[in-house]
């Protein structure tokens, strides 16, 4: 008998050894009160605090207090005003602990029940916040912690700034900032407005939104409604906008797509692509690559130091670059190109191309109206050309060949580089051609009205439109 | 005692001898009594004319087996309880000191243990030691910061600095709260990553990320 006591002794310290090491203080506190109006304000610090709706009329407060010491542990105090007509304040206090030298540790975790449609405000300090299932106007405010909103109703304002921001099922307008740490949204109804400085925002689903960041991506899909875009240093993605998209970037990938509405993107030092863009599209991109397609307006792109490529655009189109190449194709209206340093190629233009390029050779193929091109140092090359064609160039070749439908004028000038022209057989031109130092040739028929080695007047044909080819030390070539 | 002829039936009934007497004194003075008494008596004395008696053998070594096997079940049943309430027991302690530790572990989740603060100040310390070595190696940059990414580096930098500041002072006053801990070393890890990014950042150039 005496054997087995001492075994149920000695078992009974093992089991409690760990209580006799360190102290385990916790106690509960729990208060009810019949709200009456007003809004509900909780005040609280070092814990967590969890907001849900109740069925009834009241505010039921429940606080999990723990401590290593007891004494500080009693001491702690979560206050629960009398409820009033102006709401209810949840406050947590803690006691003074200067005499402890910081030894003394303690946490209280809150959870307030709360009637749906009264006005919530919670500030927290070093804990997490989540609320839920809100149907009045609420502000959430907390410093170094996160912050989880889901399926409320009426404005709300969520403010973080070392955590974590998450709403779901927002459905009235909702304003959110953070500071260092990531933003998500999933289906905001009303209107959404998010800044944040230095974390990542992620927003699907939700109607006219904003979007204000800095050195952190933006990922944004699913808008009904417009939305605005200001980001720096980091990617921003963007897909499925129903209305119009304003977006600035700087620094950072932009790559947007399924804009129902038109485009205005501004970019830097960063690369930009487009997709799908149901009206007109801007872009301004300094030092970034500008590519994209299909757009059924019309694009205005400005880029400078590096390429712009664009592929089926449904209206007039306007590139201006520098130091970087173009290339456009299937452009269904008016294609205008200024650039410099860069090869310009375009293809199958429904509409008149005017080129003003410097130091960059330029290819058009397949243009249905009238073709102007600038350029200098640098070869350019046009093929099935429907309009008049107007060419000048310093120091590089012209060819020109396959010109299509009805008679238009051909204009070629140039120096310091050959003239190649192949002239269709059904029309007529009034040729004058002439160079300084080369030969000109010619191997279809001509009625010579004046000719020397370096120039030839005469007439094609009926000779209805002008052809006035110029260079100087270089051949010309009539096919 | 005196009794009724409608008792007569129930003091036969009961058979006991002062029972039987008792009946027998009412039926000398009420002759419907006395017949019926009558009947009873012919018919408990047919009845012992009839009882027969034989030997067995076998019958009484089979009650004794009986009886033993009976006493060896009924002491294996006592035996069946307690070992039932034993294990009912060991499982209500195993239960109990189960939920004691789950309700401990959540405590030494929300107050780290000091065994768990002594590692996590070593992880601070070496967190601390990265921090400034990195900042040896990034002061220049940010001391010469021209392109507006370097100055965002260090706007954050500085963020980063004070709520690392605010964040130590709480500490100060609740050393063991694991929530601040997590914290101050998540704000560490930041600055960490922030000041690498800063030494990637070429200064002559601006990022194109």
């Known amino acids: 008998m005496f054997r087995l006591d001492k075994i149920f002794i000695a078992a009974l310290l093992l089991i409690a050894a760990p209580a006799f090491c360190e102290e385990r203080f916790e106690r509960t506190f729990s208060r009810t009160q019949t709200y009456q ?17 109740g069925s009834g009329n009241n505010v039921i407060v429940h606080a999990l207090i723990r401590s290593s010491d007891a004494e500080i542990g009693k001491a702690i105090t979560v206050s629960v005003s009398t409820a009033s007509a102006s709401g209810i304040t949840i406050r947590t206090e803690y006691p003074e602990m200067h005499l402890h030298f910081g030894n003394i540790s303690y946490s209280v975790d809150l959870d307030v029940t709360m009637p749906a449609n009264a006005p919530l405000t919670v500030h927290d300090r070093f804990g997490s916040i989540d609320v839920s299932g809100i149907h009045a106007a609420s502000e959430i405010v907390n410093a170094q912690g996160s912050v989880a909103l889901r399926d409320a109703r009426g404005t709300q304002r969520v403010e973080s700034s070392f955590g974590s921001i998450t709403i779901e099922n927002s459905a009235g307008d909702t304003t959110v900032q953070n500071a260092n740490g990531s933003v998500r949204a999933v289906n905001v109804d009303g209107t959404l407005v998010i800044t944040n400085r230095f974390g990542s925002v992620n927003v699907n689903d939700t109607h006219n939104v904003t979007i204000r960041n800095a050195n952190g991506s933006v990922e944004l899909r699913d808008v009904a409604g417009n939305a605005t875009i200001v980001d720096s240093f980091d990617s921003v993605t963007v897909a499925n906008v129903s209305g119009d998209l304003d977006l600035n970037n700087q620094n950072g990938r932009v790559d ?14 960063g690369p930009t692509a487009f997709v799908n863009i149901g009206r007109d599209l801007t872009v301004t991109a300094n030092n970034g690559k500008v590519e994209g397609s299909h757009t059924g307006g019309g694009a205005t792109i400005t880029g400078s130091f590096d390429e712009i490529s664009v592929h089926d655009i449904g209206g007039s189109t306007r590139i201006k670059n520098a130091n970087g190449n173009v290339t456009a194709t299937d452009i269904r209206g008016n ?15 429904k509409g008149s191309l005017d080129v003003d390029n410097a130091n960059g050779g330029v290819t058009a193929t397949d243009v249905s109206g009238g073709v102007r091109v600038h350029t200098s140092f640098a070869p350019v090359l046009l093929k099935t050309i429907a309009g008049r064609v107007t060419v000048e160039n310093a120091n590089g070749s012209i060819s020109v060949s396959d010109l299509r439908g009805a008679c238009a004028d051909i204009n070629l000038r140039t120096s310091f580089a050959s003239i190649k022209l192949d002239v269709p057989h059904n029309n007529g031109y009034q040729v004058d051609a002439r160079t300084s130092f080369g030969s000109i040739t010619t191997a279809i028929p001509i009625t010579m009205t004046s000719k020397s080695d370096n120039a030839l007047s005469g007439t094609i044909g009926n000779g209805a439109c002008h052809m006035q080819l110029e260079t100087a030390n270089g051949g ?3 096919h | 005692m005196t009794i009724n002829c409608n008792q007569l039936d129930d003091l036969l009934l009961e058979g006991d001898p002062s029972s039987l007497d008792l009946a027998a004194r009412h039926a000398q003075s009420c002759a419907a009594c006395m017949e019926t008494l009558a009947g009873w008596n012919e018919i408990s004395d047919t009845a012992r004319g009839l009882h027969a008696t034989w030997n067995s053998d076998l019958l009484w070594p089979r009650i004794e087996r009986a009886i033993k096997g009976e006493r060896r079940s009924t002491r294996t049943r006592v035996w069946q309880i307690a070992a039932a309430l034993l294990l009912l027991a060991a499982l209500g302690a195993t239960a109990w000191i189960a939920q004691r530790r789950m309700h401990a572990a959540e405590f030494d989740e929300a107050i780290l243990k000091a065994s768990a603060i002594d590692e996590v100040e070593q992880a601070e310390k070496a967190h601390i030691a990265a921090i400034n070595h990195l900042e040896t190696l990034a002061s220049a940059k940010l001391d010469q910061a021209s392109t507006p990414l370097m100055v965002s580096y260090k706007e954050k930098l500085l963020m980063l ?18 929530y601040l ?13 922030t000041l690498r990014d800063v030494l990637r950042e070429d200064s002559n150039h601006v990022s194109t990320r």
Request: proline share 1%.
């Open chain 1, 256 to 269: 947007v797509r399924d804009i129902k509405g038109r485009a205005a993107i501004k970019n830097t030092f």
């Open chain 2, 181 to 193: 801990r997590t914290q101050l070393l998540t704000m560490y890890s930041e600055k960490q990553r």
């Open chain 2, 161 to 178: 600095d004070d709520a690392i500041a605010e964040c130590q002072t709480a500490i100060d006053k609740n050393r063991q709260n694991a």
């Open chain 1, 476 to 478: 010309i070539e009539i």
């Open chain 1, 37 to 53: 109006g007003g809004r509900i304000s909780i005040d609280h610090s070092m814990g967590a605090v969890s907001v849900r709706p």
């Open chain 1, 335 to 349: 294609l205008e190109i200024d650039t410099r340093f860069g090869l310009t190629r375009v293809e199958l233009i």
